[in-house]
């Protein structure tokens, strides 16, 4: 059998892999709320705290909306015109074209243009969350973790594409067999790394203080049987009002975090809710399916580049040759964020499950509906998010069940629990 079949073969098990991946571990009988429970929490809010998320809500709208337009205009202008090979080349040419230049300093180039264009639209969001008191951290705190968000990307973007593009020259008919495990490792090597490495990059974390809470929160999770090593603060105020917590990293490298905000807006009670529902991550082993899935996912979108990307009309658009030429990196990019935007409703709906479970999994260790719940009206007016969000944008993007399912969630319980 040829590469292209084998390649054929190599997708469709990919696919296969994937779709028993998500049938088996995502929570699918976990349905939100009966709409009139979500309607009768929705009345009860505070009326202006509502409006006043609203308003905010659709001051981001707009923009939000433009930038995924934009940013997909630019990608296609990049990959599906001779653009972004010619931009390839002018990375290469001070290096007598050598392909390592055009491969590290052409993709990055391709990127960083791509990211140039969006950029004002991430200054115009900065203003909003300035204006509406959400973020902290003035315009020199923005620009420096814009850096080191670039720099970071730069670091991570420049090992991936030298890699890519070795594999391709070692192995010219069978670079997506390698590509794909390569990707596949990538993502799980970055899901271990990126909490010790990176996360430290933007925030300084430090044990939770020795207290009352610290104590209730260990032995909440020595209840429930998860290992946790400690409970880690991030200084989230030096750059958001906004309050979170997360829980990230596996093995070795897994830590709750929750951020400082949080620790002074919420109430112990509240607090607890989260990190229990932090707890019901760990438990369920969200992070490490989620690495899985992901990693079979880079694994599938490199062979099925490596498909596409062979269609000789696409290439005939690029200007180029072969899909594997350094050259056709903006092709590659163009049809990543394609498969990205086209995606994106289905990692929302599987992220939604899976945080519902983790909201079940906190009502049922803690048995505090009543902390849980007040914990979500706080979540939601002190982030301002929309605690009943329009169909269509909840749908396309939501990660996370809205304040309204959560909290008729928390009174289904309650009703259950008696
Ligand atoms: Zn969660």
Excluded: C
């Amino acid at each position: 059998m040829s590469p292209r079949g084998w390649a054929v073969l190599t997708l469709a098990g990919l696919g296969l892999a994937l779709l028993v991946a998500a049938l088996v571990l995502i929570p699918w009988n976990r349905p939100p709320a009966p709409r009139a429970d979500q309607l009768a929490a929705l009345r009860e809010l505070p009326a202006d705290q509502v409006e006043r998320a609203r308003q905010f809500r659709s001051a981001l709208r707009p923009g939000s909306w433009t930038v995924l337009g934009v940013g997909l205009l630019v990608a296609l202008a990049l990959g599906l015109t001779p653009l972004g090979s010619r931009l390839i080349e002018l990375a290469g040419r001070p290096f007598g074209d050598h392909w390592t230049a055009q491969a590290i300093l052409g993709g990055l180039a391709v990127v960083l243009v791509a990211d140039l264009v969006t950029l004002p639209f991430a200054a115009w969001r900065h203003s909003v969350l300035t204006r509406w008191g959400l973020a902290t951290n003035g315009w020199a705190g923005w620009t420096v973790d814009l850096l080191k968000s670039y720099a970071v990307s730069a670091v991570v973007g420049a090992v991936a594409l030298l890699g890519f593009y070795t594999v391709v020259r070692l192995a010219p008919r069978w670079w997506w067999a390698f590509g794909a495990a390569g990707a596949a490792t990538l993502v799980v090597l970055l899901s271990f790394v990126l909490p010790v490495l990176v996360e430290p990059v933007f925030n300084r974390f430090s044990p939770m203080e020795p207290g009352p809470l610290r104590t209730q929160l260990m032995d909440l999770a020595a209840r429930d049987g998860v290992p946790v090593r400690d409970v880690l603060v991030a200084d989230a105020s030096r750059r958001t009002r906004a309050v979170n917590a997360y829980v990230s990293g596996f093995g070795p490298t897994r830590r709750v975090v929750v951020y400082d905000n949080l620790l002074r807006e919420a109430t112990d009670a509240e607090v607890t809710a989260v990190v229990a529902h932090e707890l019901g991550h760990a438990r369920d082993r969200d992070v490490p399916v989620g690495t899985l899935t992901g990693a079979l996912g880079a694994a599938a979108a490199v062979v099925a580049l490596y498909l596409i990307g062979s269609w000789p009309p696409l290439l005939r658009l690029a200007g180029v040759g072969s899909v594997a030429e350094p050259r056709a990196f903006g092709l590659l990019l163009a049809l990543v964020t394609v498969a990205g935007l086209v995606f994106a409703p289905v990692q929302a709906l599987m992220s939604r499950r899976v945080e519902a479970r983790a909201d079940a999994h906190a009502l049922a260790l803690t048995g505090d509906p009543a902390a849980f719940e007040s914990m979500q009206r706080r979540l939601s007016s002190v982030n301002l998010s929309d605690p009943d969000p329009p169909r269509w944008e909840y749908l396309y993007s939501a990660s996370h069940p809205s304040t309204v399912e959560r909290i008729a969630a928390a009174r289904a319980y309650a009703r259950k629990a008696g």
